[in-house]
């Protein structure tokens, strides 16, 4: 069962992440509060990864141990290579955020299924 405290920890994390990758989208400094928050999470005790009889990966902990994973997750995306690959949905009513890994790094929108096609069909009209 999830706490109140986790959900809690869970906003405020992806909040930070939201608001680290904007700042960076648009060249200003990383805002203090959010990284404090991510560093915080970063720096707690994570998950244990460990090898199921079925072969595949399964992680060992509670809540707060899986976010600290996607905290560090989230550290080595903005201070790798990959964060020059960050991107914002450029429809209007959309803020979803993604890296763009596509050969010319021209992507626009956050899947051409959804914004992508609205925004074609909207000015095709």
Known sequence: MISKGDCELARALREAIYGLVVARLRGSALPAGFLATLNEVAATQAAVPQLAPN?????????????????????????????QRLRQCEAETCTLLFVDRSRKRDRRWCSMAGCGNKAKVDSFR
């Open 55 to 83: 072969g595949k990966l399964t992680l060992v902990g509670r809540s707060a141990a899986l976010l600290a994973l996607i905290a560090r997750d989230a550290i080595a995306l903005l201070a790798g290579p990959e964060s």
